[in-house]
């Protein structure tokens, strides 16, 4: 059982910077593979970035690749999202996620666990 906690959501100038992060709980964390995901109103939630649990394989979508940096720290149990540049689009909740094989992580109905969420606000 892995438990989920984020936190570092804001308000936020375009141009700006935010770092989430993502508390788990839980001795099995080394082994999950981590992301996030975000949902907008209205929109699915969809994919931001995703790590490995061995040598820290990272993959991002599209829209905030160049943009975006997910790091673990296996140490403390925790995932970091630094969001830079941030646009008004980059507006959502965004949510920690844990799955047991990092492929899993591609799709949100796949996912193991989720965090709560943490609002991001980008204003223009």
């Known amino acids: 059982q892995v438990q989920l906690v984020e936190s570092g959501g804001g308000l936020v100038q375009t141009g700006g910077s935010l770092r989430l992060s993502c508390a788990a709980s839980?001795?099995?964390?080394?082994?999950?593979?981590m992301g996030w995901f975000r949902q907008a109103p209205g929109k699915e939630r969809e994919f931001v970035a995703a790590?490995?649990?061995?040598?820290?394989?990272?993959y991002y979508a599209d829209s905030v690749k160049g943009r975006f940096t997910i790091s673990r720290d296996n140490a403390k149990n925790t995932v970091y999202l630094q969001m830079n540049s941030l646009k008004p689009e980059d507006t959502a909740a965004y949510y920690c996620?844990?799955?047991?094989?990092?492929?899993?992580?591609?799709?949100?109905?796949?996912?193991?666990?989720w965090g709560q969420g943490t609002q991001v606000t980008v204003s223009s």
């Open positions: 996620a844990a799955a047991a094989e990092f492929q899993r992580l591609a799709y949100s109905a796949s996912v193991d666990y």
């Open positions: 839980g001795r099995t964390f080394r082994s999950y593979a």
């Open positions: 790590i490995s649990w061995g040598i820290g394989r990272a």
